[in-house]
């Protein structure tokens, strides 16, 4: 499930550049498997795509599974050059890694090129959902400590909620008044010697509260890379409304004993594109009864219906029942990925997508980049996200932005314009990057002028053809640019 | 997050236009006082807006200090129309600011201690001016009427030194001195108009609807000082209101009919056929009203307005100001009304386009902009609070609504066709309060759910768009009423645009008359409609 509104009080507790303070800790076996990370990471620079930022210094924390595997989570170990692992009470590190990652559940496996590294080392079990109001422990190297630091608390709460590295998804997370700061990040959270979840992020409107990500999701994103690929958390693809007000139950005539969830909309090619319509009421998954606010039972807790969908693999089946026309349907449904394209989601681990032409910088407009400062404008808003809920039948495959301008003379009067939303060009509809490209490319070559126009702009943006030919380069050569283009969404990945 | 209590009156004039060189500051004699004593009183005013979060409450009082200046409206030569029945009397002119949503007016003479009510006769809220009238005729006695002067350039030797009064009691009157600054054309964003406007400084002491002296003449009134600068609007445009103020039906000042862009870049220009040689500037939008809003195209090239050429900034060589705005034409050349030619570069071609010069109006536009003196309009329905999206309800984000306001409903602001939910055609009129308005289809919104047992289910839902309700197209709220009027089976539904909380709700037929009794009852809410 996505939340495309969701407002984010969360914060990853990973730790960037902390100060290194050693503590001395007697080890035992579960500590001596958890281990501190350290990632050198090098993230792009959303305003000028074809720069990276300056190399960060982060902190994080995991621990040995089965197979020599280290799990942690996806944002300590994200845009990475080099990882480094270090053991409990031992200076010396060992490179890693990245041997499977998922963004959207936000969990990765490592593993130390030296296997010496493993010796005397035992890997941890993973055990099962907690009991409310049980006792847990989580263990880590918070604000980059060198020694272990375990911390205890009880589960208070276990519910959906946004994860904050990819953003847009949400998934089922445990909450302990343990301490989890930054640095805790991929620790595990232990209860009778086993784990129960990957300490993930905080909430900094809330005192003493931590968040986990529990065993459900970790088995299935190690069931998930099993066939060496991941494939990710399925998704429903459904919109819902509550039917706590009676009045709309009776409007849809459904039985007094009856409750469940309404449809609002389902989302094209999504798992439930074809099965499920919108208006049905969605009334059991997998047996189990929908109420009216849509929660299903979940070992002691209500949780939400979606939770049925999050621990399968693509390309299971589902099996729904909703209440249409008056009648009950039994209905299964294929699972699919989320419907909702890359751009949704933070991007990690890829470089971003631009093309330079006449001084013009064109990007596709994406999650990383209108949440960089200055970018959240309604223009933007509308095309990211309410164009699609709107009018989807007007929706690009991409929204291209002339992000910038390259000041030279085939753009002067241009060089202070910013995000101008590219509709056409020459008076042909610009679907993506691509699409411009290889338009530039195949422009006749006696054309005068190239004109971008905007759906947003009154004026459209002009450009002498042939002299925008002649300035590629020497624009490009001006501000220290290797590539006029990246389309390939080159991954961004340890150089090693 | 809303502020319920941030004031939106301090949306003021920003100032654009050219500055000048100024010339050294030479020392004038200082004004006498005391005419003055018979030509301006102080002003006091209790103000009480309403509360657009709270359509039926009105918010806190405050109140607010000032002056009026004593004028007559002035003889228009050759009048054929009927004239305003206050033609010959003495009126108070101030700032619509002043006395906007006022509940009180009081005015005090200098040599009268005890203050005289006084009531609106016209607010022009676009131009920010306002005129008053006091009944008692003790108050008119021995008061005469400003004479206004043209403002003088301060390009020109004469001395640049201007006054205005400072008032340290009710008692003690002294005149302060300052200097112009700028002729500029501000935009009031508030209305957006743009109006030609002086930037003073040096007048600190000075106040809304102070009067502003040259050479012992008076040649404008203070809209606003603060912090040793001042705005005032100049003496013609004072005329041109008192002027306007006199007819049978009221026109705002003289405005231009279009938003306009510079065209500098040369692929641009030669794109649109326009030659190298030829200044002017590239018509963005056309206004449904204002100078040339009836025979301009979005897209025409405005070389020439009258005799004056149009540089590539939008800058006129104006006899007095120098290089300026066009709008300062407005000022002193063009009056309401003039026969005008455009010269225009339109696909290519130069044309001369014939037309005259046209007020500023209310527009119309989707998001209508902010009206005072009008109480909200709005209508609940089992708990459902509909308003119209306007700007007085964007406000209520406080000073920063324009980045802190829900985005959707900001880009109805932008009037894209894109973002609009209907098609942005005429659809007749629409009333606030007794002044009814040609307008666009508006955005209706259940702006929140006032809790009763009938809406359990939907309370948390707030600005929400209304698309339909019983299956009919919501374009404005009296929409809503007849929609109600009407529903299509033992439920009222109403669909909302998609990315709002949910998208429908129904209310049961039978329940609502009873579960509004409630809602009123239970929250003190004195009407469940007012339109």
Redesign the interface.
């Known amino acids: 499930m996505f939340h495309s509104k969701a407002k984010f009080y969360f914060v990853l507790v990973c730790l960037w550049n902390a100060a290194l303070t050693p503590v001395l800790a007697s080890p035992d076996k579960i500590e001596q498997s958890v281990f501190r990370i350290t990632n050198y990471q090098q993230s792009p620079n959303w305003q000028s795509p074809w720069k990276m930022k300056p190399t960060n210094r982060g902190l994080g924390s995991g621990f040995l599974i089965q197979d020599n595997l280290i799990l942690t989570n996806a944002h300590v170990v994200s845009d990475s050059r080099i990882l480094l692992v270090n053991k409990i009470s031992n200076p010396e590190p060992f490179l890693a890694d990245v041997v499977a990652i998922a963004h959207d559940s936000d969990l990765a496996l490592l593993k130390v090129r030296d296997a010496n590294f493993y010796q005397d080392l035992t890997p941890l079990e993973l055990g099962g959902i907690p009991e409310l109001r049980s006792r847990v422990r989580a263990y880590g190297y918070p604000m980059g400590g060198q020694e272990l630091s375990r911390t205890e608390g009880v589960v208070s709460r276990i519910e959906f909620g946004t994860y904050v590295h990819p953003g847009i998804d949400s998934h089922l997370l445990i909450q302990t008044d343990s301490a989890i700061n930054p640095g805790n990040s991929g620790g595990p959270v232990t209860q009778s010697g086993r784990v129960i979840g990957v300490a993930f992020q905080s909430n900094l409107r809330l005192n003493d509260v931590g968040y986990f990500i529990p065993v459900p999701l970790i088995t299935r994103f190690l069931s998930d890379i099993e066939d060496g690929k991941y494939e990710g958390v399925p998704e429903i693809g459904i919109e819902t ?8 139950r ?2 849809l005539g459904l039985p007094e004993n009856t409750s469940g969830i309404l449809v ?2 389902v989302i094209p090619h999504s798992s439930a594109d074809g099965v499920i319509l919108s208006g049905d009421v969605l009334t059991k998954i997998e047996d189990k009864q929908i109420d ?1 606010a849509g929660m299903v039972r979940y070992g002691e807790q209500q949780v939400t219906f979606f939770i049925e969908a999050e621990n399968r693999q693509i390309g299971d089946l589902l099996k729904i029942q909703v209440w249409r026309k008056g009648k009950f349907h039994n209905l299964s449904l294929s699972l699919k990925a989320p419907p909702f394209g890359a751009e949704m989601r933070n991007s990690y681990d890829e470089l971003p997508e631009y093309l330079i032409f006449g001084g013009l910088v064109f990007i596709a407009l994406n999650r990383n980049y209108i949440h960089s400062p200055g970018n ?1 404008t ?2 933007l ?2 095309e990211h ?3 699609e ?3 989807p039948r ?1 929706r690009r495959d991409q929204v291209i932005l002339i992000s910038r301008v390259l000041p030279s003379s ?5 060089s202070n314009l910013r995000n101008f939303i590219v509709t056409t060009l020459n008076g042909k509809s610009v679907n993506s990057l691509r699409d411009l490209d290889i338009m530039l490319k195949e422009m006749p070559p006696d054309t ?2 190239v ?1 971008f126009e905007s ?2 702009q ?7 053809y042939k ?1 925008s030919l002649e300035q590629q380069q020497s624009v490009l050569e001006r501000y220290g640019i290797l590539r006029s283009s990246n389309l390939s969404a080159l991954q961004n990945k340890d150089s090693q | 997050m809303i502020i319920k209590h941030l004031s939106f009156y301090l949306l003021g004039w920003s100032l654009f236009g050219a500055a000048f060189v100024l010339p050294a500051v030479l020392h004038a004699k200082v004004p006498d006082i005391k005419p003055w004593f018979q030509q301006a009183v102080l002003l006091k005013s209790y103000q009480q807006s309403y509360d657009w979060l709270t359509p039926w409450e009105k918010r806190e009082i405050r109140t607010q200090t000032g002056m009026a200046l004593v004028v007559r409206l002035p003889e228009i030569e050759n009048s054929q129309k009927a004239e305003s029945p206050f033609k010959q009397s003495l009126l108070l002119l101030t700032t619509a600011e002043m006395v906007a949503d006022a509940t009180l007016i009081e005015v005090t003479r200098k040599d009268i201690r005890q203050p005289f009510q006084a009531k609106l006769v016209l607010m022009d809220y676009a131009a920010n001016l306002a005129l008053l009238k006091i009944e008692n005729n003790e108050f008119w006695d021995k008061l005469k009427p400003v004479e206004w002067s043209p403002v003088k350039s301060t390009a020109k030797p004469d001395p640049n030194n201007i006054y205005s009064l400072k008032i340290k009691s009710a008692q003690e009157w002294e005149m302060e001195s300052g200097k112009i600054e700028l002729m500029a054309v501000g935009h009031r964003e508030v209305s957006g108009a743009w109006l030609p406007i002086l930037k003073l400084s040096g007048v600190s002491k000075s106040g809304q609807g102070f009067p502003l002296l040259q050479d012992n003449e008076t040649v404008g009134m203070i809209l606003e000082a603060r912090s040793g600068e001042a705005k005032a609007i100049p003496a013609e445009m004072l005329l041109e209101f008192l002027e306007h103020a006199g007819g049978d039906s009221y026109r705002s000042l003289p405005h231009r009919g279009f938003h306009w ?1 510079k ?6 220009a ?2 649109f056929q326009i030659p190298p040689e030829k200044s002017g500037i ?1 018509i ?2 056309v206004l449904p009203y204002g100078t040339g809003s009836d025979v301009l195209q ?2 025409d090239y405005l070389t020439k307005i009258g005799k004056w050429s149009l540089s590539y900034d939008g800058k006129i060589e104006h006899p007095e100001w120098g290089l300026s705005l066009f709008d300062l034409l407005f000022l002193d050349q063009f009056k309401v009304g003039d026969s005008l030619k455009l010269a225009v570069i339109r696909k290519g071609k130069p044309i001369i386009l014939q037309t005259k010069v046209s007020p500023y109006e209310e527009d119309g536009r989707t998001v209508p902009l902010k009206r005072v003196g009008y109480a909200p309009r709005y209508v609940i329905q089992g708990g459902f609070l509909f308003q119209e999206l306007t700007m007085n309800y964007l406000s209520m984000w406080g000073t920063n609504w324009r980045s802190r306001a829900p ?2 409903l ?2 109805f602001l ?1 009037q ?4 609009m ?1 209907h098609e942005n055609n005429k659809t007749g009129e629409s009333t606030s309060g007794n002044k009814t308005f040609a307008s666009a289809a508006r955005v209706v919104l259940v702006t929140q759910v006032i809790p009763d047992q ?5 309370q948390k839902l707030s600005n929400a768009i209304v698309l339909q309700i019983n299956g009919r197209q919501i374009r404005h709220l009296k929409d809503v009423i007849e929609a109600f009027l009407n529903p299509e ?1 033992e ?1 009222h ?1 109403i669909d909302f ?3 709002s909380d ?7 037929v039978k ?1 609502l008359k009873q579960s509004n009794r409630r809602i009123q009852n239970n929250f003190r809410i004195p009407k469940l409609q007012s339109l």
């Open positions: 409304s509550s039917l706590v007000n009676r009045h709309y009776r409007y609002d909309r009216a959240l309604p223009s808003a509308y996200w309410y164009r809920l709107e009018r007007t085939v753009n002067s009067g241009y005068l002028h004109v759906e947003w009154k004026m459209p943006l002009v450009l002498d002299k | 862009r065209l500098t870049q040369r692929s641009t030669d794109y590239w963005s939008r979005s897209g985005v959707r900001r880009l932008g894209n066709k894109s973002v939910i009938l809406n359990i289910g939907y089976s439920y539904r645009l998609p990315g949910r998208l429908s709700v129904v209310l049961p329940e």
